[in-house]
């Protein structure tokens, strides 16, 4: 395993993460993402992601469930949980301080912890002034409750603001961003936070390395019936693949599987390898709803050395 500083933090994250989202409880039973979770640990992965928003809160039951029989200790890996859908009521909802104290203190009793390594906002909120939002996250780390913030799918305009608001009031910095990135969604890892990687440190939890699947070339020939975008909830899910940009993604993935065929690896793991080629890349956050997916995606480290210069070149005139 290879690891990375989470931007200009001490910490140090394995390049490939292990996340919950859309799996655990809607796909993975207890037993399995034990099994996944244990497989991960033991090659390597110390960085396990989670949110309150995920199965509404049962994701973060069923991992801390399983990091309890596991019997790691808690010096050996890292949790995170995001905040800001806990819930249908307005206290439930959002950045307000409230909710942000409520999020973290249900998430540690769901995970069983004592603290959260990492607390992310999960959405920008307007209606919430970035001060309350500095503030509440700097007493969290006070109090011993969480070690790192940051943020998940904000703007740039609103992360420096919120690095800037930070300064101005002696408080600490949001730490990491958790953005999409993958071969067909590169603007913001690559464009709009170019900016912040220099002038803030900002490191990154890149979610989706394989496009919601599309990535994994298993939806060329159309939607599987055991597909995540099947499942209740998932809907827009399936509008998106079955749209005209939907389409012509999938007709690329095809073209760039041929690559991955010339390579001898699989699609999906040529395009997790090929997010890790990016420096400001921290941890590529896996999913997995079967442990033959993990184990096969486990092995992209071992692709990076094959991305040379005329397979990016490829890679780069099939998506551009």
């Known amino acids: 395993m290879e690891y990375r500083r989470l931007g200009n933090a001490g910490l140090k994250v394995s390049a490939l993460s292990f996340g919950s989202w859309v799996t655990f409880s809607n796909q993975v039973d207890t037993k399995n993402a034990k099994e996944m979770m244990a497989y991960a640990y033991d090659h390597g992965v110390n960085f396990f992601d989670n949110a309150e928003v995920y199965a509404a809160g049962e994701s973060e039951k069923i991992m801390g ?31 307000s301080r409230k909710h942000i104290f409520d999020a973290c203190h249900a998430a540690l009793k769901r995970l069983k912890v004592d603290y959260l390594d990492l607390y992310f906002c999960h959405r920008p909120d307007p209606d919430t002034p970035n001060e309350e939002i500095v503030w509440a996250m700097n007493d969290l780390m006070r109090q011993g409750k969480i070690l790192y913030w940051g943020t998940s799918e904000w703007p740039s305009n609103v992360l420096i603001n919120a690095f800037e608001t930070a300064d101005k009031l002696h408080l600490t910095r949001p730490t990491m961003e958790q953005p999409e ?39 060329e020939k159309g939607i599987p019936e055991k597909s995540r975008a099947n499942l209740p909830g998932y809907e827009w899910m399936k509008e998106r693949f079955q749209s005209a940009e939907g389409r012509s993604k999938i007709e690329k993935a095809a073209k760039l599987n041929i690559v991955a065929k010339e390579l001898g690896v699989s699609l999906s793991q040529m395009s997790i390898a090929w997010c890790l080629k990016n420096p400001n890349v921290s941890t590529v956050i896996l999913g997995a709803s079967r442990m033959e997916q993990l184990q096969e995606n486990m092995k992209s480290l071992d692709v990076l050395p094959r991305l040379t210069k005329d397979v990016m070149k490829k890679i780069s005139e099939i998506i551009d």
Not at 68 to 85: E, H, N, P
């Open 181 to 219: 990135y993958n071969m067909f969604e590169r603007k913001k890892v690559e464009e709009d936070f170019s900016y912040l990687y220099n002038e803030f440190g900002l490191g990154t939890t890149i979610w989706s390395p394989l496009a919601s699947g599309i990535l994994t070339g298993k939806y």
């Open 65 to 95: 469930d399983c990091i309890q029989q596991l019997g790691w200790g808690r010096d050996t890996y890292i949790v995170s949980s995001k905040v800001f859908w806990g819930g249908k009521l307005p206290t439930q909802m959002g950045l």
